[in-house]
């Protein structure tokens, strides 16, 4: 069971949720003493793993038809739903655990909190069912951003920056729609449309190339750095489709990409903090 609800977290992708914390704690920390707090670290401990299993679960439960198709799921690195009332259990308890960081945290934070759960669930459990509506699925996983967020607001008392806000879901945007390029075939074969199916494959690069490039000057609005930064993935993108590597393979790369740019992201805050940078 236990083995089971680690696949279904997709371990690959933890940082996507925990890392978005850490970058929000470091920009929005007057000093070193409030990086490691209990808030903080109860932020980054449920959106690593808890927050995951709800809402990778309620994705699978809700998807166990269609991953029927899906060759990835029974290939890859994925699971297919273990349809049991224990597994239905912890999926709904790990999103019940979730509601106690509302007490937690300032009212400025709660915005972003309720904003991920109510992502989390309505992108995939109907009736909104985001991940089958071509744009709301894509528009909708701005759930990503918001752990970091909701830890910026609640460190810094204050909401995020704009331009942060809006580069953010830019790139969630397009880190979604590149990672529903694989499952073109498999989701037109089920009959589900999604932005990538509408689109196909060569217009969802375009699409993808011009929301990081926007995520980028939104975040060079900031600071000039951050856009040169974030400029990673237009680059990266055209690499890839110009050296010909295939989807599959070039989707996989991305949780170490993240991981990288996510800690350089970091370091520049801390090293601000300590007076190295301007």
């Known amino acids: 069971m236990l083995r089971y609800l680690l696949t279904l977290s997709r371990p690959r992708f933890w940082l996507y949720t925990a890392g978005p914390v850490v970058v929000g704690v470091a920009y929005a920390?007057?000093?070193?003493?409030?990086?490691?707090?209990?808030?903080?670290?109860?932020?980054?401990?449920?959106?690593?793993?808890?927050?995951?299993?709800y809402l990778y679960g309620v994705n699978d439960r809700f998807d166990r038809e269609i991953d029927a198709e899906n060759p990835k799921k029974s290939e890859g690195p994925e699971a297919r739903w273990r349809d049991s009332t224990a597994v239905t259990a912890v999926v709904a308890l790990s999103g019940l655990v979730g509601l106690a960081l509302f007490p937690l945290t300032p009212q400025v934070a709660w915005p972003y909190l309720a904003g991920f759960f109510a992502l989390a669930t309505a992108y995939s459990a109907p009736p909104l069912r985001f991940k089958a509506r071509p744009w709301f699925d894509s528009l909708s996983n701005g759930l990503y951003l918001l752990p970091g967020?909701?830890?910026?607001?609640?460190?810094?008392?204050?909401?995020?920056?704009?331009?942060a806000l809006v580069g953010?879901?830019?790139?969630?945007?397009?880190?979604?729609?590149?990672?529903?390029?694989?499952?073109?075939?498999?989701?037109?074969?089920?009959?589900?449309?999604?932005?990538?199916?509408?689109?196909?494959?060569r217009r969802t690069y375009l699409y993808c190339g011009g929301c990081w490039t926007l995520a980028a000057v939104a975040f060079g609005l900031l600071d000039p750095r951050l856009g040169a930064l974030l400029g990673v993935y237009p680059l990266?993108?055209?690499?890839?489709?110009?050296?010909?590597?295939?989807?599959?393979?070039?989707?996989?790369?991305?949780?170490?990409?993240?991981g990288v740019v996510g800690m350089l992201l970091t370091l520049g805050a801390l090293f601000a903090m300590r007076g190295w940078i301007a």
């Open 149 to 163: 967020a909701a830890a910026y607001a609640a460190i810094a008392g204050a909401h995020p920056p704009t331009a």
């Open 236 to 258: 990266f993108l055209l690499a890839t489709v110009g050296a010909g590597v295939d989807v599959d393979r070039a989707y996989w790369w991305f949780p170490v990409v993240n």
């Open 168 to 201: 953010g879901w830019l790139w969630t945007m397009a880190m979604h729609t590149y990672s529903a390029i694989p499952d073109i075939e498999p989701d037109r074969a089920a009959g589900i449309e999604t932005t990538a199916t509408v689109l196909g494959e």
């Open 29 to 53: 920390a007057a000093g070193i003493e409030e990086l490691f707090t209990p808030l903080t670290l109860g932020l980054f401990g449920y959106f690593l793993l808890p927050a995951n299993i």
